[in-house]
């Protein structure tokens, strides 16, 4: 398993083995004490499967309080992986950072607390999977919005017109959102 850093410190691009033959493949996406190995020591609580159609975004969510580290990855399809630096300690406060994630690819991303997620789906059928270290608790559930100029994501929209849920279409922007200390 290899980390990569982003543009930002905290997510981290993650690169597992993967053993393949004629067969097809076999790569491990979760190990509590090889990701320790690596510095991560993290206690999921929680999985989550989205299935979408090219041209859905989702997002940008967080928790605060009950702040969710996220660990994601493709099992099918292609999405834009954004993640935006909720902490106001930060000095990339109010930045993002993004990553194609695909079943072709394989790599995941680590989301750390502090952050708000979204991604965007670039193929139909995507099956999206992820770990979290907190349970959903939607009392506590923020949105960012995904188009907030202040944040300026460059969302590779190619000509889609993004399906964007009701609630994620009432997110707030970044001046107004719950962030973090």
């Known amino acids: ?6 543009a930002i410190p905290g997510p981290l691009i993650v690169e597992p083995r993967v053993f393949g033959d004629e067969r ?23 999985d989550n499967h989205s299935h979408s159609q090219r041209g859905v975004l989702r997002g940008l969510h967080f928790q605060n309080p009950g702040a969710q580290g996220k660990l994601v990855r ?6 834009f992986d954004v993640a935006v630096d909720l902490r106001r300690s930060s ?5 993002w950072i993004g990553v194609e994630l695909s079943a072709d690819n394989k790599r995941m991303l680590w989301i750390p607390e ?6 965007l789906t670039l193929e139909d059928d995507t099956d999206f999977l ?12 923020h949105t960012l919005a995904w188009d ?34």
């Open 148 to 181: 907030d100029p202040a944040v300026g994501i460059d969302w590779p929209l190619d000509g889609l017109d993004p399906v964007v849920s009701a609630k994620d279409g009432k997110g707030v922007p970044l001046a107004q959102a719950e962030a973090f200390a």
């Open 24 to 46: 097809g493949f076999f790569m491990e996406t979760w190990s509590e004490s090889v990701f320790a190995r690596l510095g991560l020591e993290l206690a999921f609580v929680q």
């Open 74 to 79: 493709v099992a099918r399809g292609r999405v």
């Open 114 to 119: 502090g952050f708000a997620h979204g991604f």
């Open 91 to 95: 000095d990339h406060f109010g930045q």
């Open 130 to 141: 992820y770990k979290c270290t907190a349970p959903y608790a939607p009392e506590c559930e």
């Open 1 to 6: 398993m290899k980390l990569i850093p982003t």
